[in-house]
């Protein structure tokens, strides 16, 4: 029994250890998802703006532009997944690798070769465990994004986006991430980036008024060196706003994940301290039953 109440006693001092580790990570989760809201709430004015801009100007314009031109043959397809460098997020960069394997399916069921561009040290980790290829990676700052981070990735995807097919070009990028919703939900998101889709309204479609209605521009010198000015400007900018999205989405999972191994460890003591009692009490009541019977025992003798 005395074995046994060790054994017990020695998991009450680890769950409480576990404890106090998982509540303090909740409550650093907690601080960083208001800033992290922050950044996202300081940066979507900015990218309205930009935007309504560059709908304006392809729409208006009426230009032919590399990023904004539909292929008539799509036949290679860049995927970007967005994961977390650190892990302890419940199933935050496994949903959004899960997201990324339908979206490939669908792609290659297409006739689409799909090439990778990983973001994040757990995207790497899975690639590299199940040796598949990928052109670039970035790693770091992924709970704190930097607008640098978003430029070398922009850059590198207009750049591959540009090249034709023999020089191993792609036709259309997507972006995988997390979208944050709120602090309990976040939602994998797909989100193709070029070429840019201008859609048409519909003649049913309620007339725009006010806000809506995108004003009439001049373009100096000519609408195609203000697309080409704006949107490189536009793919950092959505780039940047998806590894926003996805830090706030990282920090509402973490500390979900921490509240959640939190409890369970309050249930584990618990459980530990009552079979501890028991164990206890069964430790008196057999040292008991051991004096009481060796006084029955010198009683008989006399």
Do not use: C
Request: net charge neutral.
């Amino acid at each position: 029994m005395g074995a046994q109440l060790r054994i017990y006693r020695q998991k009450i001092k680890s769950a409480q250890t576990t404890k106090k580790i998982t509540r303090a990570m909740e409550l650093i989760s907690a601080s960083r998802i208001q800033k992290a809201q922050a950044r996202m709430a300081a940066a979507a004015p900015y990218t309205r703006a930009l935007t309504r801009a560059v709908t304006a100007v392809a729409v208006g314009s009426n230009v032919d532009h590399p990023l904004t031109t539909q292929p008539d043959v799509h036949r290679r397809s860049a995927v970007v997944i967005f994961t977390s460098d650190r892990g302890l997020a419940g199933a935050f960069s496994s949903q959004v690798l899960r997201e990324a394997g339908e979206l490939v399916e669908k792609l290659n069921s297409e006739g689409k070769e799909v090439v990778y561009y990983l973001i994040g040290r757990k995207a790497l980790q899975y690639f590299g465990f199940r040796q598949r290829e990928w052109v670039r990676d970035w790693i770091g700052n992924t709970d704190r994004p930097e607008v640098e981070t978003a430029e070398e990735v922009a850059q590198a995807l207009i750049e591959h986006f540009l090249k034709s097919h023999e020089e191993a070009g792609v036709d259309e990028i997507h972006l995988v991430y997390n979208r944050f919703v709120n602090l309990v939900s976040q939602v994998p998101t797909v989100l193709r980036l070029l070429p840019l889709e201008v859609v048409e309204a519909d003649d049913d479609a309620p007339i725009p008024t006010g806000a809506d209605i995108l004003p009439l521009y001049e373009f100096e010198p000519d609408g195609l060196n203000v697309l080409n000015a704006l949107l490189p400007v536009y793919v950092e900018n959505r780039v940047f706003a998806a590894m926003l999205s996805s830090a706030s989405a990282e920090h509402a999972a973490r500390q979900k994940a921490m509240k959640s191994a939190t409890d369970n460890a309050d249930k584990l003591i618990q459980n530990y301290t009552r079979l501890a009692n028991n164990a206890r009490q069964s430790e008196i009541t057999q040292q008991i039953s051991e004096i009481v019977g060796g006084a029955d025992a010198l009683v008989s003798k006399k």
